[in-house]
């Protein structure tokens, strides 16, 4: 199948980033920003483009065109998406739908970027794209929606399923420890929850160079992970490590902490469709993580 051919003006992409102040938009901004005579980045403000209003929206696109959207926002909040099902469903779900009723109107590429909480993690082995999915809470069941709105118009683009995005913005999981330890001096952290911790440097650069690649076809699910797996336990010891922070780090399970949503225990993303697809092999989360502490990639 031929490529979807992308409309280059003055030598560059028009590319639209929504959600650019989060933690895989930001990643994004910083790497596309770097080469400006190859990507023309827009990245509105809320205060510019509320995407909550979802006709405010409709009409930004009838003033902009870009070649490439990017849709980085979402109701990431999983205990609050329990409480919060209109605006969730809102973000994770109507939103992307009329995302890509526009992708397929105006011809632009649609990226999205979807989630491994679609899973109920009680397959025991590696999720492929094609494994059956089964949400156990409600922000995975507004993703899982969002997926299939997308996946069923006539757009295209790459729908990236990632896990355990992680960043130095302050909702990251590291800050996150990393400030409750200098309140407590002690750390608690599950260690029945496996799954991949996923920089959002990585998913960034591998983000890049499915753009630059020029995969698109038609709209199509690709998971987007490094290799190998581990706890939240198992991670929060790996990164201390690396930091040389000496920490006494206790394992507890799921039922120990107070969670309104319900979490897969075990969730493994395959990611070698896309592997395949960018003819590269992506790294073990230890060396994305080392890599990511180092210098920011």
């Not at 030598?11 to 933690?23: A, D, E, W």
């Not at 403000?45 to 006709?55: A, F, G, Q």
């Not at 011809?107 to 109920?120: A, E, R």
């Not at 492929?128 to 929606?145: A, D, F, H, Q, V």
């Amino acid at each position: 199948m031929k490529k979807a051919q992308l409309k280059i003006k003055k030598n560059s992409l028009k590319i639209l980033i929504l959600g650019s102040s989060g933690q895989i938009g930001f990643s994004l901004k910083k790497i596309l920003s770097g080469n400006k005579k190859k990507y023309q980045i827009t990245c509105p403000k809320r205060k510019d483009l509320d995407l909550t209003n979802l006709k405010n929206l409709r009409n930004y696109f009838t003033k902009n065109n870009f070649d490439i959207v990017i849709n980085c926002v979402a109701y990431t909040r999983v205990d609050d998406a329990e409480l919060n099902k209109i605006e969730a469903n809102k973000l994770n779900s109507k939103m992307p739908l009329l995302l890509a009723k526009i992708a397929q109107k105006k011809k632009f590429i649609l990226i999205h970027y979807s989630t491994d909480y679609v899973f109920d993690g009680k397959l025991k082995k590696n999720y492929c794209e094609k494994s059956k999915t089964n949400p156990l809470n409600i922000y995975g069941l507004t993703k899982l929606k969002g997926d299939l709105n997308i996946l069923n118009q006539n757009c295209k683009g790459v729908i990236l399923r990632v896990s355990w995005v992680y960043s130095d913005k302050p909702q990251s999981f590291l800050n996150k420890i990393e400030k409750t330890l200098l309140n407590t001096k002690k750390l608690s952290i599950v260690n029945n929850q496996i799954g991949t911790p996923t920089s959002s440097n990585f998913i960034a650069d591998i983000t890049k160079k499915i753009i630059d690649e020029n995969i698109f076809t038609k709209m199509t699910l690709y998971n987007l992970s490094p290799r190998g797996k581990c706890s939240w336990y198992d991670f929060a010891k790996e990164y201390f490590l690396n930091k040389n922070i000496k920490v006494d780090i206790k394992p507890i399970k799921s039922k120990n902490i107070l969670q309104k949503a319900t979490r897969p225990y075990f969730v493994n993303l395959n990611s070698s469709k896309l592997e395949n697809k960018l003819q590269i092999n992506f790294n073990n989360w230890k060396i994305v993580l080392k890599s990511f502490l180092n210098n920011g990639k």
